[in-house]
Structures are given as structure tokens and as C-alpha cells.
């Protein structure tokens, strides 16, 4: 009988190192790719901060802008026509940025026509006005409207007011513009005027009440009925919403 040469060597020896060499093929290949994913996702992280660092430094650049305006206004208009304003019995609100004429020292009641004593402070007032704000470039370019607001107290039908209120303040504007127009010799004043300054009916969406708060609840005991009636300019600085609306796309 033949003898069969005997051999230790495991004859599968071979395929499981093959096998193993494989795997950790394999293993190489699967981290690798996580790697590659994990700075896909790094990279995409660290260019959402980039533009979200861009777009807090767009809006901080217009808040600035923003805010720089309202302190000149109130600066200006503190400084140039505050003893003015006192003497006629009007007040310059700060936050809202508003020089308000109460209605009865400007109106009969339920009169739109103006006050012989009221066109006279319109005579002085608002030449002042303009030449405040238009003589300075950060005023001049900083302001997106001069708003002359018409209120009325909420004591009176809605649409009524709304008639009302609107014929007060195109009764200022139609008073101011016109005499501003004969006595400027600088085109471009009256050219920022036509551009800047409108005119608006409130009816009594805006009441004043007694202790000097405006609120959206209105009940007629709280309302100040006699300082609701009244016009106001509403000094509105620039926002510029387009390039806000950009940043944060």
C-alpha cells in the first residue's frame, strides 16, 4: 500500500490570509470614505458659518447705519428746534421720532382748515425743518420720508375720521409746500422735499391715551381724546429691506 506523504501545512491557509487581507481592504476603503464624508459635511459647515458671519455683518452694518440717522435726528432736531417747538406748544417724541402739533392749537373741531395761528408756526416751522435735515449728509441721505400724519380721536365713525384726518394732513402739506416752493432758491432742498415729504390720514388707529401710551386695545375711557386729535410729523430713516432680505437668502 502506497503511503501518502504526509504534510502539516493547512491547505486553506492561504484563502483565509487572502480573506483577511480583503477585509481589511475593505475596512481601509469604508474609512476612508467616512473621512472624505466628514470633511464634505466640515467644509459645507464651515462655508454656512462664512455666510451666516456675511449676513450678521450686513444687518450690523445697517442697524448701524439705522441708528447713526435716528441720533442725528433727534440731535438736530433737539438742538434747532426744540426751543421752537416748546414755545408752540408741540413735543418731539424721541422713540417714535415724531414733532406733534396738537389738533386744537392747528384745527376747529372737525375742521380741516388751518388755524390763522397755526400757519403762522407752519410759516417758521417747517422752512427750519428742511433746511435742519437736508443741510446734513448723514440726515439728507439717511431719511426715507417726511410723514405729515393726520389723527383723530376714536370717539367718531372710523371712515369719518379716516376723511378727516386724511384732509388735516394734505391741508399742512398743501400749505407748507407751496410757500416753501416761492421762498427756496435751492432746487435741490426743493427737489429732496418733493422726493421726501407725503401726507397720510390716521383716522383713530393711533390714539393717545391719558398717561401718554399708545396701544393697539383701545377703550374710549383710557383715550386722551383732545391730544388724539392732532398732526404730526413722523421723521422715518432709511431701512433698506431689499439688502437685508439679500443677506439672509
Not at 455683518?57 to 442697524?63: F, G, K, L, N, S
Not at 415724531?98 to 395761528?117: D, K, M, R, Y
Not at 375720521?161 to 407748507?176: E, F, G, K, P, T
Not at 416753501?180 to 391715551?209: A, R
Amino acid at each position: 500500500m502506497k503511503k501518502v506523504p504526509e504534510n502539516n501545512e493547512n491547505p486553506f491557509s492561504f484563502s483565509i490570509g487572502d480573506l483577511m487581507s480583503a477585509l481589511l481592504m475593505i475596512f481601509v476603503l469604508l474609512v476612508s470614505v467616512c473621512i472624505i464624508e466628514l470633511n464634505k459635511e466640515r467644509s459645507a459647515l464651515e462655508r454656512q458659518e462664512e455666510v451666516i458671519e456675511k449676513q450678521k455683518r450686513t444687518i450690523a452694518e445697517h442697524v448701524y447705519k439705522h441708528q447713526r440717522v435716528r441720533s442725528q435726528v433727534i440731535k438736530l432736531v433737539t438742538e434747532n428746534l426744540g426751543e421752537d417747538l416748546e414755545k408752540w406748544d408741540a413735543t418731539f417724541d424721541t422713540t417714535a421720532l415724531t414733532i406733534c402739533f396738537p389738533a386744537q392749537t392747528a384745527f376747529p373741531l372737525g375742521s380741516a382748515q388751518l388755524n390763522e395761528h397755526f400757519r403762522d408756526m407752519l410759516d417758521m416751522f417747517f422752512p427750519k425743518l428742511i433746511n435742519t435735515l437736508a443741510a446734513h449728509v448723514i440726515t439728507k441721505d439717511g431719511i426715507d420720508e417726511i410723514r405729515i400724519e393726520g389723527h383723530a380721536s376714536p370717539e367718531g365713525d372710523y371712515y369719518k375720521n379716516m376723511i378727516l384726518s386724511q384732509d388735516r394732513a394734505n391741508a399742512v402739506l398743501n400749505y407748507c409746500y407751496p410757500n416753501f416752493k416761492k421762498m427756496t432758491t435751492d432746487m435741490y432742498q426743493l427737489d429732496w422735499v418733493e422726493k421726501k415729504v407725503n401726507s397720510c390720514g390716521m383716522s383713530s388707529s393711533h390714539p393717545i391715551f391719558k398717561d401718554n401710551v399708545v396701544s393697539e386695545d383701545i377703550q374710549i375711557e383710557e383715550v386722551d381724546t383732545i391730544q388724539s386729535r392732532r398732526v404730526q410729523f413722523k421723521l422715518i430713516p432709511i431701512v433698506d429691506i431689499k439688502a437685508i432680505e439679500h443677506a439672509i437668502e
